[in-house]
């Protein structure tokens, strides 16, 4: 390391008050997005300060501007509002704004030293005749220091968030080749992160800077309530066990918490009824609570009043609470993805925390019949095909299931990392006794066949 100042960290200092980089790999990021060499892909997850990535860059370019595409008015806003308070020049082109705002904000753009330096569109903008025109002359005076596509996973089909106009800014990139495009989002998977590159048409080689998956305080496992005698029983050990339920010297909101993750909302309220009656104060979360009972049953979980929620996947989305010491799937996950993201809402604190699959035969049978039926009953080719995907998502699960494979090497693969280290860490089941899985899952098929 040299002892020279170094002008980014001064620059992070000056401009955004931060006293360093959020992470390595964010400021990995930023050095590379500062040189303005090629195109950069950046996939961390919600909270680890992406913007950054680009604003610092856009800043320190001095004379141009940055555009920055991002699918909503209120995100923008946001970002605009922030960065006004740090003196940053930010202004918006959208649809909603007044015939002489957009004067104003155009005016700038087109002086010879512009004070704008992040200029926030739409995507639907990007086709209008007006943006064309500005952004030719943009780019003419070499104005333009980055493109940049923040939550790109909506130009993805395979994503959960797609907007059709955001496919309108890969011709964009045709026609402005020697620009700098910066594509941001918080989804890992491989699949999404391909084709955010092809429908962008970012320019090889993209130096991608993402979060590896691998979260070496999550212990998985996968047990089969075919090879036990009293599943609710063996779950209520579990949960016992991991969340030391009979230590009160916490504060309730510290207290260790967990969730049991079910396929429909009648097995959320079997799940809390017999996790109640051996005595684990629990309760059901779906999405046939009225909106009062679901935010209060949530708030509860969240203070710590009962340590115990049994819910169907739609709860957890924003849901930000580090002393989760243990998530369970009663039955099976949907895909590889889902059960990466509904697990992972264990041990955000950084403790040692387990993530577990409840599989058994009569869950497994019922997603594979439900999601063979989409396939053939789909109308159209495309929804044939979505159904398709998402089939093959689900056999994914099977096979994570059914095979002695290390749980985090499929993770590691299904989202393009490096191998994780778990062998040596023995943060998994297989991991730790290969030989034991193996018995567990012949001990399994062989009760298929009955
Ligand atoms: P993301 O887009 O990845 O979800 P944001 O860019 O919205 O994340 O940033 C999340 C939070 O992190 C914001 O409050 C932001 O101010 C903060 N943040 C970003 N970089 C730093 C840093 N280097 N130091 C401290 N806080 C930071
Ligand atoms: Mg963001
Ligand atoms: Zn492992």
Redesign the pocket.
């Known amino acids: 390391m040299s002892k020279e100042p170094d002008l980014l960290f001064t620059q992070l200092k000056d401009h955004f008050g931060h006293n360093q980089f959020k992470s390595k790999l964010q400021e990995q990021a930023i050095r590379a997005i500062v040189k303005r060499k090629g195109d950069v892909f950046v996939s961390m997850p919600?909270g680890s300060g992406?913007?950054l990535c680009f604003q610092l860059p856009a800043v320190v370019c001095k004379d141009k501007v940055a555009l920055v595409f991002s699918p909503l008015l209120a995100?923008m806003k946001d970002q605009i509002d922030h960065l006004t308070k740090l003196k940053i020049v930010a202004n918006s082109i959208n649809s909603k704004m007044s015939g002489g705002d957009r004067k104003t904000v155009v005016q700038d753009l087109r002086s010879i030293r512009p004070d704008t330096r992040l200029l926030y569109i739409t995507p639907e903008q990007a086709s209008t005749e007006f943006f064309q025109s500005l952004l030719q002359d943009l780019h003419r005076q070499k104005k333009v220091s980055y493109i940049v596509v923040?939550?790109a996973h909506c130009v993805s089909q395979w994503g959960h968030d797609f907007r059709p106009d955001y496919l309108k800014l890969g011709r964009l990139r045709q026609a402005y080749p020697d620009i700098p495009w910066i594509a941001?989002t918080?989804t890992a998977s491989k699949q999404v992160a391909k084709d955010i590159m092809k429908q962008l048409s970012l320019r090889q080689p993209v130096e991608t800077f993402k979060t590896p998956c691998f979260r070496k305080n999550l212990f998985y496992d996968v047990v089969f309530q075919d090879n036990m005698r009293d599943p609710f029983s063996h779950l209520a050990e579990f949960i016992k066990d991991t969340l030391k339920l009979e230590d009160t010297s916490k504060k309730p909101s510290e207290r260790d918490s967990g969730i049991i993750y079910c396929r429909t909302r009648e097995m959320t309220d079997s799940v809390a009824k017999s996790l109640i009656a051996k005595g684990i104060p629990a309760a059901a979360y779906h999405a046939g609570l009225n909106d009062r009972d679901r935010v209060q049953v949530q708030e509860d979980w969240m203070k710590g009043i009962f340590p115990v929620i049994s819910a169907t996947v739609s709860f957890g989305m924003g849901v930000d609470k580090g002393s989760v010491r243990l998530v369970a799937h009663w039955g099976v996950p949907q895909s590889i993805a889902g059960y990466y993201q509904e697990s992972g809402r264990a041990g955000r604190d950084g403790k040692m925390s387990r993530c577990r699959i409840y599989y058994s035969k009569q869950e497994r049978n019922a997603v594979d019949f439900l999601l063979r039926k989409d396939v053939s009953h789909a109308k159209t080719e495309g929804k044939k095909e979505k159904a398709k995907v998402s089939y093959q998502s689900f056999e994914k699960v099977v096979n994570y299931c059914q095979e002695a494979k290390c749980r985090h090497s499929v993770f590691a693969e299904y989202f393009n990392d490096d191998p994780p280290s778990c062998k040596m860490l023995k943060v998994c089941d297989v991991c730790q006794d290969k030989n034991a899985v193996e018995k567990q899952i012949e001990e399994f098929i062989s009760h298929l066949g009955s």
């Open positions: 919600t992406k913007s995100l923040d939550e941001l918080a």
